[in-house]
């Protein structure tokens, strides 16, 4: 089977600007999450989707991310506008369910570099 | 403060040894999962731990999550270099779904 896709692979943007991840997961997965992976750290839960609902986006950083699901299958993650901060790998998992104990399948991440 | 606290935080070893790392937390979890990942890749699932006490083989790793189900460690008999990676546990706790993942083991084997 296909794995989750994502693109772009790498960004370098400045700062202020603006930014957009797209992601599709395997076909048929429910479960949709996007995470920031800084340097040196395990990977932070920004927002899960449930289908085209969000289950949980209680870490993601409304004033200037956001994040949708529209029909369900693939989604995109936009930042605007970009601090130095954001400087991360953004991963895109998706699970066939919904659960602790659901094995989640990642893409290889988009590399963002603020300038 | 993080839910999950993972030791060592590096380890760099020669091919052929054994290791062990670590995956602690005050809170009970209903299951833990262990990850691998590469550089440039996301993260790969490896195994899955339910039962406390529970203890499950993958080839040279073997993973056990603690009795009270707060811990869980990973040891890996004869290391590779292909072992080498970012071994990450995650979880979900107190009824959650919200999975949480630790900081990482980055381990690197020498030939």
């Known amino acids: 089977e296909a794995g989750v896709a994502q693109s772009p692979r790498y960004k370098i943007i400045e700062k202020r600007q603006s930014v957009a991840f797209w992601c599709n997961p395997i076909s048929g997965h429910a479960t949709l999450y996007w995470y920031q992976q800084i340097l040196g750290q395990g990977p932070k839960l920004l927002i899960q989707f449930q289908n085209n609902g969000v289950v949980d986006d209680s870490q993601l950083p409304k004033d200037r991310f956001s994040a949708e699901r529209l029909k369900g299958v693939d989604s995109t993650l936009k930042i605007q506008p970009a601090k130095l901060e954001d400087s991360a790998v953004y991963l895109c998992?998706?699970?066939?369910?919904?659960?602790?104990?659901?094995?989640?399948?990642f893409g290889d991440g988009t590399r963002l570099s603020i300038l | 403060t993080q839910l999950l606290e993972q030791s060592p935080q590096f380890l760099s070893i020669q091919e052929g040894e054994n290791l062990t790392v670590y995956c602690n937390s005050s809170s009970v979890f209903s299951s833990l999962q262990w990850y691998r990942q590469e550089p440039g890749e996301g993260p790969v699932l490896l195994v899955t731990?339910?039962?406390?006490?529970e203890v499950k083989k993958l080839k040279r790793l073997t993973f056990q999550f603690g009795d009270a189900r707060k811990d869980s460690s990973l040891h890996i008999t004869a290391a590779q270099p292909g072992d080498t990676g970012l071994y990450l546990c995650?979880?979900?706790?107190?009824?959650?779904?919200?999975?949480?993942f630790g900081r990482g083991t980055s381990l690197i084997v020498h030939p």
């Open positions: 995650a979880g979900a706790s107190g009824g959650s779904y919200i999975p949480t």
């Open positions: 998992a998706s699970s066939l369910g919904y659960g602790a104990n659901q094995p989640q399948h």
């Open positions: 731990v339910v039962t406390g006490g």
